[in-house]
């Protein structure tokens, strides 16, 4: 298996940007597997953010897509941890 | 055919143009959605996720089209910073006969009410209060399944 980095957008929406203290980051992403290794490291050892993005009524929408699966796609572009939405 | 746009819109020029030419459509449904004021609410402020919202608003008309073949929408949704009194969504439905298109008028606001991807703030007097949908617009939506 090659290993890469790539360079993604991290988007947190709604109230979450407060949490994370912005509501944009680009970061330098290692592969990885599953959801909660992304959320240990874009939470970078703030544990309150970890905690929170962890919470099962965040979703976590890769690439514009929502994720169901426990494992991340492949050619990671884009993430945006989206809060429960306030509706239209 | 659906907008999102921080543009301000003027419903009833909306309301004609959606129906400018046709004529096998006998009956038009809109609904247009206005920020309400009251109490300490000087401004609504929505963010929305370029490119997703879209297209799970594209997914409520998709849905909408399908239970009733035949019928035509346009769906305008804003984002950005609104006043009370301004319109802030407005659907449009025909269709040949009345029932469809009230119906599924019902339907794509019941919808767009709780599954458009907008998070909403209201701008009190000094103080910012996130907003989610309230339990009977929920119970609105379980009305269609």
Same mark, same amino acid.
């Given at each position: 298996?090659?290993?890469?980095?790539?360079?993604?957008?991290?988007?947190?929406?709604?109230?979450? %940007?407060?949490?994370?203290?912005?509501?944009?980051?680009?970061?330098?992403?290692?592969?990885?597997? #599953?959801?909660?290794?992304?959320?240990?490291?874009?939470?970078?050892?703030? #544990?309150?953010?970890?905690?929170?993005?962890?919470? /099962?009524?965040?979703?976590?929408?890769?690439?514009?897509?929502?994720?169901?699966?426990?494992?991340?796609?492949?050619?990671?572009?884009?993430?945006?941890?989206?809060?429960?939405?306030?509706?239209? | 055919?659906?907008?999102?746009?921080?543009?301000?819109?003027?419903?009833?020029?909306?309301?004609?143009?959606?129906?400018?030419?046709?004529?096998?459509?006998?009956?038009?449904?809109?609904? #247009?959605?206005?920020?309400?004021?009251?109490?300490?609410?000087?401004?609504?402020?929505?963010?929305?996720?370029?490119?997703?919202?879209?297209?799970?608003?594209?997914?409520?008309?998709?849905?909408?089209?399908?239970?009733?073949?035949?019928?035509?929408?346009?769906?305008?949704?804003?984002?950005?910073?609104?006043? /009370?009194?301004?319109?802030?969504?407005?659907?449009?439905?025909?269709?040949?006969?009345?029932?469809?298109?009230?119906?599924?008028?019902?339907?794509?606001?019941?919808?767009? %009410?709780?599954?458009? /991807?907008?998070?909403? %703030?209201?701008?009190?007097?000094?103080?910012?209060?996130?907003?989610?949908?309230?339990? #009977?617009?929920?119970?609105?939506?379980?009305?269609?399944?």
């Amino acid at each position: 298996m090659v290993h890469t980095i790539a360079m993604v957008k991290i988007l947190f929406l709604g109230w979450l %940007k407060e949490k994370a203290g912005g509501a944009e980051r680009q970061v330098d992403l290692p592969d990885m597997a #599953t959801p909660e290794e992304l959320i240990a490291f874009v939470a970078q050892g703030d #544990t309150a953010l970890a905690d929170q993005l962890a919470e /099962p009524s965040i979703r976590i929408i890769i690439n514009k897509s929502i994720l169901v699966d426990k494992i991340l796609p492949d050619g990671i572009e884009e993430v945006a941890f989206m809060p429960p939405l306030s509706g239209g | 055919m659906i907008a999102v746009q921080s543009k301000i819109f003027d419903p009833g020029a909306e309301l004609n143009l959606f129906m400018k030419g046709r004529t096998d459509k006998g009956a038009v449904v809109s609904f #247009t959605g206005h920020v309400r004021g009251g109490g300490d609410v000087t401004a609504l402020e929505l963010e929305h996720y370029p490119g997703y919202t879209e297209a799970e608003i594209e997914k409520i008309e998709a849905s909408a089209l399908l239970k009733w073949p035949g019928i035509e929408s346009r769906i305008i949704h804003r984002f950005g910073k609104l006043h /009370p009194g301004e319109p802030i969504v407005f659907v449009a439905v025909c269709a040949a006969h009345r029932k469809d298109a009230f119906e599924a008028a019902s339907f794509l606001m019941d919808y767009l %009410k709780t599954g458009a /991807p907008f998070w909403k %703030k209201e701008i009190r007097a000094g103080q910012e209060v996130w907003i989610e949908p309230k339990a #009977t617009d929920y119970a609105a939506r379980r009305g269609w399944d």
